[in-house]
């Protein structure tokens, strides 16, 4: 009997090309291709760490630099907090469901507003910048926001990633 997971279509990385391939389960036995544990963590927390490193990037530049992105609006700066950060959240959700961690959705989005405070902080250390309060709330609703809006998503897309769970 053919187990009801060994016929779906599950995405892996092929070593020896560096590219994302779609198999199923069974061809990866035969051909040895099923990507270990580590390699699966990786891939499902990659765009997190990814996104972190650009939060990081971004905060490292001074004011001067800043005021080239700047927009003219009232609160551009919270929205943008908002807005980059909402995409932190969104994937920290999918590295919770894609790596299969079993990581509780409150510890996920602790890491994301510790993340926020620990920006915040190194701000402090930045020629023109400073760590605020106010920066601080948008940076923990923009979590939020991103990580119910890809809660609410990834169930909608149907999607299996690495071979684990639809969502």
């Known amino acids: 009997?053919?187990?009801?997971?060994?016929?779906?279509?599950?995405?892996?990385?092929?070593?020896s090309t560096g590219k994302l391939n779609l198999a199923t389960h069974d061809n990866m036995l035969k051909t040895r291709q099923i990507p270990t544990?580590?390699?699966?963590?990786?891939i499902a927390w990659a765009p997190a760490i990814g996104w972190a490193m650009v939060l990081f990037l971004l905060?490292?530049?001074?004011?001067s630099d800043l005021s080239s992105f700047?927009?003219?609006f009232p609160f551009d700066d919270k929205v943008m907090h908002l807005a980059l950060y909402s995409v932190l959240g969104g994937t920290l959700q999918f590295g919770r469901l894609s790596s299969n961690s079993g990581l509780a959705h409150w510890t996920v989005?602790?890491?994301?507003?510790?993340?926020?405070?620990?920006d915040e902080w190194h701000q402090s250390f930045v020629p023109?910048?400073?760590?605020s309060a106010a920066d601080l709330l948008a940076d923990t609703m923009g979590v939020l926001m991103g990580y119910?809006?890809?809660y609410w998503l990834l169930p909608k897309l149907n999607l299996e990633v690495l071979g684990y769970r639809k969502y």
């Open 1 to 15: 009997m053919i187990e009801w997971w060994a016929e779906k279509p599950i995405c892996f990385l092929n070593r």
């Open 37 to 42: 544990r580590v390699t699966r963590q990786l």
């Open 59 to 63: 905060s490292s530049l001074s004011d």
């Open 70 to 72: 700047a927009f003219s």
């Open 109 to 118: 989005i602790a890491i994301g507003i510790i993340y926020g405070v620990s």
């Open 128 to 131: 023109g910048r400073n760590p």
């Open 148 to 150: 119910a809006f890809t």
